[in-house]
């Protein structure tokens, strides 16, 4: 059994590619607290050979993962970008740069498509978000990132004096600030994804796909579709975006299914 690791800046969310089966499990452990990573692990009836894993919430994270890990006699190999990850290709000016776990979760999403498909978008709302686009020649083209749905709110309350921690509907045009605030952030994450989209549209010649991931979808979804059905008039039916819920774990899974998979 080998454990998938995906360390994030607001969750630490675990699973296991079962080497009998090679099929990925869902998400077993989802806490950001490594020490009770280590309680999780002595409850398995089976002990892991491996970890392998992504972390982007800094080397004091990954170091307590690393050593709850050890506890347990399960080494761990971290995944860290680089040009070309089992045939998709990373186009950064300087591959490195991306973060690991945007790469392995647009591997994630490959790993379930057919060898021809479309372009895709994979949006995912956490602590930040990121709007990524891969082509039908299986090349990341490249993408944003902006504060995620939840940082917004806040950052909004710490950083001005009238302005509420705001929670309310979203509306076209909002007559209280509870109302403008939510409006705004779903604005904002809505027509970013929607930019993005356009942009693969109009640059592959075709219409994209779209994923989307992260515990702030719920709160932007409405929006993002009304917005994407409005603006997918010239390219037929609007696409509607397929949530999933661990491109990161897929990602790694298919990682670790390789003969080698600490060569990575």
């Not at 869902?26 to 050979?49: C, E, M, Q, S, Y």
């Not at 509907?169 to 909002?174: E, M, R, S």
Request: glycine letters at 10%; hydrophobic letters at 45%; aromatic letters at 6%.
């Amino acid at each position: 059994m080998i454990l998938l690791i995906d360390s994030g800046n607001s969750r630490l969310k675990v699973g296991w590619l079962d080497g009998a089966t090679r099929e990925p499990a869902a998400i077993a452990f989802d806490n950001l607290d490594p020490h009770a990573l280590g309680d999780w692990l002595g409850t398995l009836a089976r002990k892991p050979v491996l970890a392998l894993g992504v972390n982007v919430a800094g080397a004091e994270r990954g170091e307590g993962i690393r050593a709850a890990l050890a506890g347990h006699g399960c080494p761990v190999h971290w995944i860290t970008s680089r040009p070309q990850l089992l045939g998709l290709r990373n186009c950064y000016t300087q591959p490195a740069q991306l973060g690991a776990d945007r790469l392995v979760s647009l591997l994630g999403v490959r790993s379930r498509l057919p060898r021809a498909h479309p372009p895709f978008v994979l949006a995912s709302f956490g602590t930040a978000t990121t709007i990524d686009t891969v082509g039908p020649d299986d090349a990341f083209a490249g993408g944003l990132i902006l504060p995620g749905p939840a940082l917004m709110r806040s950052s909004l309350a710490r950083g001005t004096a009238n302005l509420p921690l705001a929670d309310g509907p979203v509306a076209d045009f909002p007559v209280d600030t509870h109302q403008a605030i939510a409006s705004g952030i779903a604005a904002a994450q809505a027509g970013a994804v929607v930019r993005q989209w356009l942009a693969a549209c109009r640059h592959y010649g075709c219409a994209a796909d779209i994923y989307v991931a992260g515990g702030g979808w719920p709160e932007v979804q409405q929006e993002t579709e009304r917005l994407l059905a409005q603006a997918a008039a010239d390219h037929g039916a609007p696409p509607v975006p397929a949530y999933l819920d661990r491109p990161v774990l897929d990602g790694l899974a298919l990682l670790a299914a390789q003969p080698d998979p600490q060569s990575l």
